[in-house]
């Protein structure tokens, strides 16, 4: 049978500021799931509601196919639904990637972050008897903040045995980028990996451009292993509107990498844009799930959990908090400590954002205004 899993995550409120959204905005949203997964209404076969930052994710199993215009719909009511429960709590941002007013059939590009992949669910299958999958979201930081650990995973045996021990994996992968300041449509490249792996690294340099939109097997071309939601909030709103936040989906085990070759470079606490007011540059901290924002600086933070899926489709009773063990608080320590060191040299040089990303903040008519007093010496 053939499942698509869809993770469709949007900030609508939270409490004091960019915290986390109430328990009261995640019971209705659950509510709506439960009702979704009933035998009576058989939308979706199986469905999880969560927290990552100020950010409300929809982890949902069906068979409608990607882009499926009722699974969207029934996302965007219960960011609605929630939204509504924000306002009447005085929630801050309340709606705030709710960006158009109506959207028709499919919701990317209208505020919430969208990954999406179909395949063929077969316990009898030669080379995916059992389904195996992350689900990574991530707050308070740009789209491209998954190009440094897919690029590590995909290619480069340095963190990923796999590459050289799996010969189905070193037939390599197929990579899709996407040009992020392509406005009215979409504008992507394919390139093979290991071949061109330099010209994949060219591209993922800048990743307030280029992002990692998809990954496929290239043993089998027609499987999908990754799906991200590399979407700019302020190409759609044509303001700032708060970061990017992706969420991403990576199938694991078998013909593709395994969960621990994945997670594996989170280790280093990249730096990625966003922070505070979206306009600095920080380590994000892998953190366990349903983590609120409460540190200094806004930290950008990204959560990770492991699933299993049935011949059915439904997930296993349990999934598995990857970043939420002891062997990630060490690493949590050092992301703090490179945050604290980083942000000594407050708004000087790299620490901020590049002035792209300036380019849609307030600093911009400072700037302007600054121009005019400039003059010419002789």
Same mark, same amino acid.
């Given at each position: 049978?053939?499942?698509?899993?869809?993770?469709?995550?949007? $900030?609508?409120?939270?409490?004091?500021?960019? #915290?986390?959204?109430?328990? *009261?905005?995640?019971?209705?949203?659950?509510?709506?799931?439960?009702?979704?997964?009933?035998?009576?209404?058989?939308?979706?076969?199986?469905?999880?509601?969560?927290?990552?930052?100020?950010?409300?994710?929809?982890?949902?199993?069906?068979?409608?196919?990607?882009?499926?215009?009722?699974?969207?719909?029934?996302?965007?009511?219960?960011?609605?639904?929630?939204?509504?429960?924000?306002?009447?709590?005085?929630?801050?941002?309340?709606?705030?990637?709710?960006?158009? $007013?109506?959207?028709?059939?499919?919701? *990317?590009?209208?505020?919430?972050?969208?990954?999406?992949?179909?395949?063929?669910?077969?316990?009898?299958?030669?080379?995916?008897?059992?389904?195996?999958?992350?689900?990574?979201?991530?707050?308070?930081?740009?789209?491209?903040?998954?190009?440094?650990?897919?690029?590590?995973?995909?290619?480069?045996?340095?963190?990923?045995?796999?590459?050289?021990?799996?010969?189905?994996?070193?037939?390599?992968?197929?990579?899709?980028?996407?040009?992020?300041?392509?406005?009215?449509?979409?504008?992507?490249?394919?390139?093979?990996?290991?071949?061109?792996?330099?010209?994949?690294? #060219?591209?993922?340099?800048?990743?307030?451009?280029?992002?990692?939109?998809?990954?496929?097997?290239?043993?089998?071309?027609?499987?999908?292993?990754?799906?991200?939601?590399?979407?700019?909030?302020?190409?759609?709103?044509?303001?700032?509107?708060?970061?990017?936040?992706?969420?991403?989906?990576?199938?694991?085990?078998?013909?593709?990498?395994?969960?621990?070759?994945?997670?594996?470079?989170?280790?280093?606490?990249?730096?990625?844009?966003?922070?505070?007011?979206?306009?600095?540059?920080?380590?994000?901290?892998?953190?366990?799930?349903?983590?609120?924002?409460?540190?200094?600086?806004?930290?950008?933070?990204?959560?990770?959990?492991?699933?299993?899926?049935?011949?059915?489709?439904?997930?296993?009773?349990?999934?598995?908090?990857?970043?939420?063990?002891?062997?990630? $608080?060490?690493?949590?320590?050092?992301?703090?400590?490179?945050? $604290?060191?980083?942000?000594?040299?407050?708004?000087?040089?790299?620490?901020?954002?590049?002035?792209?990303?300036?380019?849609?903040?307030?600093?911009?008519? #400072?700037?302007?205004?600054?121009?005019?007093?400039?003059?010419?010496?002789?």
């Amino acid at each position: 049978m053939r499942v698509t899993l869809s993770v469709i995550k949007a $900030d609508v409120g939270s409490i004091g500021g960019h #915290t986390r959204p109430s328990e *009261r905005m995640l019971h209705v949203i659950r509510e709506e799931m439960k009702a979704a997964c009933s035998k009576s209404k058989g939308l979706l076969i199986d469905g999880l509601i969560t927290f990552t930052g100020d950010d409300i994710a929809l982890i949902m199993s069906h068979m409608h196919g990607v882009g499926a215009p009722v699974v969207h719909r029934f996302a965007w009511e219960c960011f609605l639904t929630a939204t509504e429960v924000a306002r009447k709590q005085g929630l801050y941002g309340a709606g705030q990637d709710l960006l158009v $007013d109506a959207p028709s059939g499919n919701i *990317r590009g209208a505020g919430p972050a969208v990954a999406e992949i179909e395949f063929e669910r077969d316990p009898q299958s030669k080379d995916r008897p059992a389904e195996a999958f992350l689900v990574f979201a991530a707050d308070k930081c740009s789209p491209g903040a998954y190009n440094y650990p897919l690029y590590a995973a995909f290619c480069d045996p340095m963190h990923n045995g796999g590459l050289l021990l799996n010969p189905k994996m070193h037939r390599g992968f197929t990579f899709t980028i996407i040009d992020m300041d392509a406005k009215d449509k979409d504008r992507i490249i394919r390139l093979d990996v290991p071949e061109r792996i330099w010209d994949v690294a #060219t591209l993922l340099q800048n990743p307030d451009r280029f992002a990692v939109e998809a990954i496929h097997s290239r043993y089998k071309p027609d499987e999908q292993i990754v799906a991200v939601s590399a979407t700019r909030l302020h190409n759609i709103a044509g303001r700032y509107t708060g970061k990017d936040d992706p969420v991403a989906i990576v199938r694991t085990q078998g013909i593709f990498p395994a969960p621990e070759e994945i997670v594996e470079p989170f280790l280093l606490g990249h730096f990625v844009a966003g922070d505070a007011r979206g306009s600095h540059v920080m380590p994000i901290m892998p953190v366990p799930i349903n983590t609120p924002v409460t540190g200094p600086f806004c930290l950008p933070i990204v959560s990770c959990l492991a699933f299993s899926m049935d011949a059915e489709g439904r997930f296993a009773e349990e999934c598995v908090d990857m970043f939420g063990g002891p062997v990630w $608080d060490q690493t949590r320590l050092k992301v703090q400590a490179k945050a $604290d060191e980083w942000r000594r040299q407050g708004f000087i040089g790299p620490t901020m954002a590049s002035h792209t990303e300036l380019a849609y903040t307030g600093i911009v008519e #400072t700037l302007e205004a600054l121009e005019r007093e400039f003059i010419t010496r002789e």
